[in-house]
């Protein structure tokens, strides 16, 4: 039995590193430039041969890396060819991660993760230009 | 009521004692109380391990890394605050041990030579390091690890050496709790002086053995042991070295132990002999350790903001590189050794010059042996700063065990605590401030009261000109305390 509960337990754990993208790549660009507080998200979504792919129920989790994070969400709207947007509230500053989920047209799930670092606080004044994140990640 | 402190450190206060509470007292005097807490300890380790081997690879959905890095330290400088040295009384690590010596007895003691805190002082400031370096607060897989090797080297030396060898001499945790509980309310102590006076067979020490049958050759059997870490009660003198491990209350034949109400941090005013420590005023190696508690609550609140990102990126540009080893390396050696070195000489130096001693052969002696004896006074304020740390990491993140718990149990199949809920967290930045604050300024009373008590000591009529320099150290450090504290924090460096 406790066998059984090992193998479940490593079973499940594994499960948790497979691939989850469905050869999905999302290419992201904020606006303004990532910083706490709120920002305008753009996601495009290609297939494995780099085309545009029609996916459906795209969300976002923007979260961070360490204990006692808790996770920003965010619905994406459909600007249609795979472009959606959304707007994100980072609330500290430092490396963050981003998860873009939804399905693709033939109903299956999709996981991206992408690094967006460096998100820093604002001075005030600051008014911060449109940057792409550095580079879709898986 | 008088606050002034006895000789031995045992200012007049409420009787209140945790052995005379209802159901508390009933459970703390079983026998088996602490091997209790032992196990539902080890248990949750042994949990932790697996999830962090094996569950989510994000540190912000793995239990492992939740439940050590934000609750079980926050939980540990809460214990202290409120009660005494509550983790080492639960300790996990010393179950295996016990399990150990059932099959086999170490016989070594621990060596003479090592017998101080040097390598639990290193080990601490390791400790510190490698949880910047390794990023440990982010990685499920290495807090898991780290669980694991602090098991290890438990049983290793407590499987070679005698008594509690691991917890006096080597457990960094151990040794920050030493110097925290310095500060908390509650200690160990004989509930009646006169009582001991009159013990002859020093149980608490010695332990308890069973009488030998009439014509037996052989040597009596232990059937309850004393102190292992060495602590003669009539002449223990506050928490330091003290695990709350009670044998001493299942010891004593005469039921005079008592875990009593006291006034924090009356320890670090008075400078009496104490049993298996001597004078804190001898014990260079402990001072060391309480200046290194302090200066490296500092640097471990640097390490979450921003500033030290910026000053990383320089010292990576200057020095032409990027190595996380050497540029960390570098700013703990300045942090935990350089800096507290210039700041506490220099403070010892100018207090000694101030309060009337004339500059003569041995003056840097002199200076030693104040520094030595002063820098017990930033226990407060390093209690203070890391309370105030962990205290916002547990407080901001209080409910965030819920959604974690929930997306454990769906992981394995269990749906009764239903979808994870991730967006609960905890209290709000802006509502952990004051509290931070608080525990600053709480610490900077105490580092005041306990230098003006030390100045007075040593000093007499010169009480103040020795009392300034020393209240003007405490000040910059809870400046900076509060400044670090005030800067929004900022999370780096866990992709590499």
């Known amino acids: 039995m406790l066998l059984a509960s090992g193998a479940a337990w490593l079973t499940g754990a594994c499960s948790d590193s497979t691939d989850r ?34 996916c459906t129920d795209v969300e976002l989790e923007a979260t961070m890396n360490h204990a006692g994070m808790v996770p920003v969400f965010a619905s994406a709207h459909p600007e249609g060819d795979g472009v959606f947007t959304s707007t994100l509230e980072f609330t500290m500053g430092g490396d963050w991660i981003l998860f873009v989920r939804g399905k693709t047209d033939d109903g299956r799930a999709f996981e991206t993760v992408s690094d967006v670092p460096g998100v820093r606080h604002l001075p005030k004044t600051a008014a911060p230009d449109s940057v792409p994140a550095p580079g879709p990640g898986e | 009521m008088s606050l002034r402190p006895s000789p ?17 007292g009933g ?21 932790l391990v697996v999830e962090g081997l094996f569950g989510p690879e994000l540190a912000p959905k793995n239990l492992s ?21 509550v983790f080492c009384m639960g300790c996990p690590l010393m179950l295996p041990r016990e399990l150990f010596r059932r099959i086999r007895e170490p016989r070594r003691t621990w060596p003479r030579v090592l017998r101080r805190k040097w390598i639990g002082l290193g080990l601490f400031a390791l400790a510190l390091f490698t949880y910047e370096w390794l990023d440990l607060w982010a990685s499920p897989a290495a807090t898991a690890w780290a669980i694991i090797a602090y098991f290890a080297a438990a049983l290793f030396v407590d499987a070679l050496f005698r008594g509690a060898s691991f917890c006096k001499w080597v457990c960094p945790v151990g040794q920050f709790n030493f110097i925290a509980s310095t500060l908390s309310p509650f200690e160990v102590k004989a509930r009646d002086h006169t009582v001991c006076q009159s013990c002859t067979t020093k149980d608490c020490i010695k332990g308890t053995f ?25 002449a223990k003198v506050g928490n330091i070295d003290c695990t709350f491990c009670l044998d001493c209350v299942h010891a004593c034949p005469e039921d005079n132990v008592a875990v009593a109400l006291r006034l924090p941090a009356e320890e670090l005013r008075v400078d009496p002999m104490r049993s298996g420590l001597g004078r ?35 010292m990576a540009a200057r020095l032409g590189t990027e190595s996380d080893f050497v540029i960390l390396g570098i700013l703990f050696v300045l942090g935990l050794a350089v800096l507290p070195l210039i700041t506490v000489g ?47 990491h547990f407080l901001t993140g209080l409910w965030t065990f819920i959604p974690v718990a929930q997306h454990a149990a769906e992981r394995h199949g269990l749906s009764g605590l239903g979808r994870p809920q991730w967006g609960l967290g905890g209290l709000h930045e802006a509502w952990v401030w004051p509290i931070e604050v608080g525990f600053v300024l709480f610490g900077l009373i105490g580092s005041l009261a306990v230098t003006w008590s030390l100045a007075e000591r040593d000093f007499g009529v010169h009480r103040a000109r020795a009392f300034r320099p020393w ?15 005030a800067q929004p924090m900022e999370m780096r460096g866990t992709f590499l």
């Open chain 2, 8 to 24: 031995h450190g045992h200012t007049a206060l409420p009787r209140l004692d945790w052995l005379r509470l209802p159901l508390i």
């Open chain 2, 210 to 234: 069973e009488a030998p049958a009439a014509a037996s050759t052989t040597a009596p059997r232990r059937v309850q042991r004393g102190c292992e870490l060495d602590l003669f009660l009539p």
């Open chain 2, 280 to 314: 804190l005023s001898n014990r260079s190696d402990l001072a060391a350790l309480t200046v290194v508690f302090a200066f490296g609550a500092l640097l471990n609140a640097f390490g979450m903001v921003g500033p030290v990102y910026a000053l990383q990126r320089c």
């Open chain 1, 21 to 54: 993208t469905q050869g999905i790549r999302a290419a992201l660009r904020f606006e303004p430039a990532p910083h706490v507080g709120t920002v305008h998200c753009t996601v495009a979504l290609t297939d494995a041969s780099g085309d545009l792919a029609a």
């Open chain 2, 346 to 392: 220099a403070t010892a130096w100018l207090a000694d010059r101030k309060s009337g001693q004339e500059p003569q052969a041995g003056a840097l002696a002199r200076a030693f042996s104040h520094a030595r004896r002063f820098s017990f006074t930033l226990a407060p304020l390093g209690f203070g700063v890391w309370l105030a740390h962990y205290c916002f």
């Open chain 2, 27 to 47: 459970f703390l005097r079983w026998k088996h109380a602490r091997l209790g807490m032992q196990s539902v300890m080890a248990v949750l380790a042994a949990l």
């Open chain 2, 471 to 485: 209240a003007g150290l405490h000040l910059v450090y809870a400046c900076t305390a509060l400044w670090l504290l």
């Open chain 2, 65 to 85: 890394t939740l439940l050590v890095w934000v609750y079980w330290r926050g939980a540990l400088v809460l214990g202290l605050l409120l009660l005494g040295n």
